[in-house]
């Protein structure tokens, strides 16, 4: 079995800093965690991640959305959203209509088919995550979540243009 850069990292810990060991290890939770949902999706659903995603965006808003709105929402380009648009407006599970405010402006919402398949999908991925994570207490979970979101606000800090705390 290939070791992952966490691994590798860790076999001569001198040579790199703690930080970035320390996100080694959160890609590697990462990897290993998304690696497994793709698996249980496509076998379980049929579907990829990328479209679980889609409806998940949708499912959250019901009146539509249009596809530079999904496109931001999942950071990918608007060509990578029309490649699953067209494939879940064939297979039945999205509507399509020109936006009212921009006759060039698609608007995209899940069929009732759409929204009932995610949400049965849906049901299945929250099991799944509380699955992976059930070695955790909820005390663990807190604390991971509080250093989590400190992370998230030093990692936004570093950013050009962004204010440090």
């Given at each position: 079995?290939?070791?992952?850069a966490?691994?590798?990292?860790?076999?001569?810990p001198g040579e790199?800093?703690?930080?970035?060991?320390?996100w080694?290890r959160?890609?590697?939770?990462t990897n290993?965690?998304?690696?497994?949902?793709?698996?249980?999706?496509?076998?379980?659903f049929?579907v990829?991640?990328?479209r679980?995603?889609?409806?998940a965006q949708?499912?959250?808003?019901?009146?539509?959305?249009t596809?530079?709105d999904?496109s931001?929402?999942?950071?990918?380009?608007?060509g990578?959203?029309?490649?699953l648009?067209?494939?879940?407006?064939e297979?039945?599970?999205?509507?399509?209509?020109?936006?009212?405010?921009d006759?060039?402006?698609?608007?995209?919402?899940?069929?009732d088919?759409g929204?009932?398949?995610?949400?049965?999908m849906?049901?299945?991925?929250e099991?799944?995550i509380?699955?992976?994570?059930?070695?955790?207490?909820?005390d663990?979970v807190?604390?991971?979540?509080?250093?989590?979101?400190?992370?998230k606000?030093?990692?936004?800090a570093?950013l050009?243009?962004e204010?440090?705390?």
């Amino acid at each position: 079995m290939p070791l992952d850069a966490e691994a590798k990292a860790l076999e001569a810990p001198g040579e790199h800093a703690d930080e970035l060991r320390l996100w080694l290890r959160m890609l590697t939770c990462t990897n290993l965690i998304e690696a497994e949902i793709r698996t249980r999706l496509r076998d379980t659903f049929g579907v990829t991640l990328p479209r679980f995603d889609l409806m998940a965006q949708l499912d959250r808003a019901p009146e539509g959305m249009t596809l530079s709105d999904v496109s931001r929402r999942m950071m990918v380009s608007n060509g990578n959203v029309t490649g699953l648009v067209e494939r879940l407006v064939e297979s039945g599970h999205l509507e399509r209509r020109t936006a009212a405010h921009d006759r060039r402006a698609q608007v995209i919402r899940l069929t009732d088919l759409g929204r009932a398949e995610f949400r049965a999908m849906a049901a299945a991925h929250e099991a799944w995550i509380a699955e992976m994570f059930e070695g955790l207490s909820r005390d663990e979970v807190d604390v991971l979540m509080r250093l989590l979101a400190k992370t998230k606000s030093s990692a936004h800090a570093a950013l050009p243009g962004e204010s440090r705390p």
